[in-house]
């Protein structure tokens, strides 16, 4: 029968073992696998020992620890490996050399890392399929003329496909960030052991290279205590949500106005209103947008509150909050890529709406500047026509009075021609060829210069894996020819 679980068990051990486990464990094997190849190669254990152990972990690379049923007969994931090795080699766990040169704390930030740069790709692919969709969006729309706010009120006109590609060059840095982190993941602590390292000869460059890490981190010390990599992992996913769901609110309000088509697939209905469909997924995701900032929250005060040392709290206590904040920025990226992907222009403001407005009033001074006129006399002149009454009402007479009163000196026809051209045809926007503004031809360029960006991201994450697949191949091998010994 087995004995109850003790108090320290039931509500902690158990809770952390059954999220862990199935984050952890294959991640364990694997790097096992190379740790035992290393101690042959290196000469540390006998080669039947090696292929005994060998052969043992392959059986365990079929487990599903999803499964596993926390009993309190050993302490953690870490001993529930060791005790299921034994009993896959056949042998009592006292004859396993599974642990020789290598303690749970250089494990653990292993595993933790390899654990993270699977989600971290996961993620960061989410990040460029969203950028691409938006980039494609941006590209169709770009002669869709909206009106902008800014705090919140009209501004000045601008389009669709203007907005999208704003939003994707902050997924493009985004992405970038993400890249970089990886790299910074792929630092391999094997081989540091409880923090000292070891008197036997291993080869950490060895047990790097057959799990795919590119470099070693250079001080032991840092190797088990160093948490700077997790707080990056949570603080870039909270900045990249926060970003993505200030995205969310516009799109809130272009669907309430009907500017774009509300899509089906990311609704649901009412529960007393048939005519209802509530585009909830985007209140959804600036909901995630905050549980990522409290992840983010919670693993700064987890680390600032633990010593410079192997800690608890620095590393396994925070990584539960790590893998799920990875998981909710990989769903987060694809609703809102998925989104997108549907979002088509239905209702915008007609010429007139964003006229009426007051939106063009920018344009006009402008078009008054470029006659001459000193900046805040322009200015001055198009506030006191707007707040006299909307720009479809002005006249050749208004302007001239208008200019007259504010002591300007007298404008010319071409002047006045344009200020009120300019007031009344917010599409000229879409002539601006300022490069980086919303006319219709920049906005393409912005396009064409982004989707070259993301394509230099996802040539590095096609590097990444590469990596990791041939490392893959690299302790198979290994591993193949040790069991056949």
């Given at each position: 029968m087995t004995p109850a679980l003790t108090i320290y068990q039931q509500h902690h051990l158990r809770v952390v073992f059954d999220h862990h486990a199935a984050h952890l464990y294959p991640a364990m094997v694997k790097a096992s696998q190379a740790h035992v190849v290393m101690l042959a190669e290196q000469g540390l254990i006998p080669a039947d020992s090696a292929a005994m152990m060998l052969r043992?972990?392959?059986?365990?690379?079929?487990?599903?620890?999803?499964?596993?049923?926390?009993?309190?007969?050993?302490?953690?994931?870490?001993?529930?490996l060791e005790k299921r090795l034994?009993?896959?080699?056949?042998?009592?766990?006292?004859?396993?050399?599974?642990?020789?040169?290598?303690s749970r704390n250089d494990l653990d930030a292993g595993v933790f890392r390899m654990v993270l740069r699977d989600q971290l790709l996961q993620v960061l692919d989410a990040v460029l399929a969203a950028g691409r969709t938006i980039?494609?969006?941006?590209?169709?729309?770009?002669?869709?003329?909206?009106?902008?706010?800014?705090?919140?009120?009209?501004?000045?006109?601008?389009?669709?496909?203007?907005?999208f590609a704003g939003y994707a060059e902050a997924l493009v840095g985004e992405g970038f960030a993400y890249a970089d982190l990886l790299d910074e993941m792929n630092r391999s602590p094997l081989g540091s052991c409880a923090f000292a390292g070891t008197d036997l000869d291993i080869?950490?460059?060895?047990?790097?290279?057959?799990?795919?890490?590119?470099?070693?981190?250079?001080?032991?010390?840092?190797?088990?205590?160093?948490?700077?990599?997790?707080?990056?992992?949570?603080?870039?996913?909270?900045?990249?949500?926060?970003?993505?769901?200030?995205?969310?609110?516009?799109?809130?309000?272009?669907?309430?106005?009907?500017?774009?088509?509300?899509?089906?697939?990311?609704?649901?209905?009412?529960?007393?209103?048939?005519?209802?469909?509530?585009p909830v997924v985007l209140e959804h995701l600036v909901s995630m947008a905050g549980a990522a900032a409290a992840d983010a929250v919670s693993v700064l005060n987890n680390v600032g509150a633990a010593w410079w040392e192997d800690s608890n709290n620095a590393t396994t206590d925070v990584q539960a909050r790590l893998w799920d904040g990875d998981d909710r920025a990989y769903r987060?990226?694809?609703l809102l890529g998925g989104l997108i992907a549907e979002l088509d222009p239905l209702r915008p403001p007609a010429g007139e709406e964003i006229v009426a407005s007051g939106a063009t009033t920018t344009a006009a001074a402008d078009a008054l500047a470029r006659h001459g006129v000193p900046f805040r006399g322009a200015h001055s002149l198009l506030g006191r026509l707007?707040?006299?009454?909307?720009?479809?009402?002005?006249?050749?007479?208004?302007?001239?009075?208008?200019?007259?009163?504010?002591?300007?000196?007298?404008?010319?026809?071409?002047?006045?021609r344009d200020l009120l051209a300019a007031a009344v045809?917010?599409?000229?926007?879409?002539?601006?060829?300022?490069?980086?503004?919303?006319?219709?031809?920049?906005?393409?360029?912005?396009?064409?210069?982004?989707?070259?960006?993301?394509?230099?991201?996802?040539?590095?994450?096609?590097?990444?894996?590469?990596?990791?697949?041939?490392?893959?191949?690299?302790?198979?091998?290994a591993v193949a020819a040790r069991v056949a010994r």
């Amino acid at each position: 029968m087995t004995p109850a679980l003790t108090i320290y068990q039931q509500h902690h051990l158990r809770v952390v073992f059954d999220h862990h486990a199935a984050h952890l464990y294959p991640a364990m094997v694997k790097a096992s696998q190379a740790h035992v190849v290393m101690l042959a190669e290196q000469g540390l254990i006998p080669a039947d020992s090696a292929a005994m152990m060998l052969r043992g972990l392959l059986v365990l690379t079929e487990d599903r620890p999803e499964e596993f049923d926390y009993d309190g007969s050993v302490e953690d994931v870490y001993y529930t490996l060791e005790k299921r090795l034994a009993a896959a080699c056949g042998v009592e766990v006292s004859q396993l050399s599974v642990q020789l040169a290598r303690s749970r704390n250089d494990l653990d930030a292993g595993v933790f890392r390899m654990v993270l740069r699977d989600q971290l790709l996961q993620v960061l692919d989410a990040v460029l399929a969203a950028g691409r969709t938006i980039l494609d969006r941006a590209d169709r729309h770009a002669d869709v003329v909206i009106t902008g706010y800014t705090h919140r009120r009209p501004a000045q006109p601008t389009s669709i496909g203007h907005v999208f590609a704003g939003y994707a060059e902050a997924l493009v840095g985004e992405g970038f960030a993400y890249a970089d982190l990886l790299d910074e993941m792929n630092r391999s602590p094997l081989g540091s052991c409880a923090f000292a390292g070891t008197d036997l000869d291993i080869s950490p460059r060895r047990l790097a290279d057959l799990l795919g890490f590119e470099r070693l981190i250079i001080n032991s010390y840092e190797a088990v205590a160093g948490a700077d990599h997790l707080v990056r992992v949570a603080t870039l996913n909270a900045q990249a949500l926060a970003t993505g769901a200030r995205l969310a609110r516009t799109l809130m309000d272009w669907l309430s106005w009907g500017w774009v088509v509300t899509p089906g697939e990311f609704t649901q209905g009412s529960s007393i209103m048939p005519q209802k469909r509530n585009p909830v997924v985007l209140e959804h995701l600036v909901s995630m947008a905050g549980a990522a900032a409290a992840d983010a929250v919670s693993v700064l005060n987890n680390v600032g509150a633990a010593w410079w040392e192997d800690s608890n709290n620095a590393t396994t206590d925070v990584q539960a909050r790590l893998w799920d904040g990875d998981d909710r920025a990989y769903r987060f990226f694809s609703l809102l890529g998925g989104l997108i992907a549907e979002l088509d222009p239905l209702r915008p403001p007609a010429g007139e709406e964003i006229v009426a407005s007051g939106a063009t009033t920018t344009a006009a001074a402008d078009a008054l500047a470029r006659h001459g006129v000193p900046f805040r006399g322009a200015h001055s002149l198009l506030g006191r026509l707007v707040r006299n009454g909307p720009p479809a009402t002005w006249t050749e007479q208004d302007v001239r009075s208008t200019a007259a009163d504010l002591g300007l000196a007298e404008l010319d026809e071409a002047a006045i021609r344009d200020l009120l051209a300019a007031a009344v045809h917010p599409e000229f926007v879409l002539r601006r060829a300022q490069a980086d503004g919303p006319g219709e031809a920049a906005v393409r360029e912005q396009v064409a210069q982004l989707r070259s960006m993301m394509t230099a991201v996802a040539a590095r994450v096609d590097t990444f894996r590469d990596r990791l697949v041939r490392a893959d191949e690299a302790l198979a091998e290994a591993v193949a020819a040790r069991v056949a010994r």
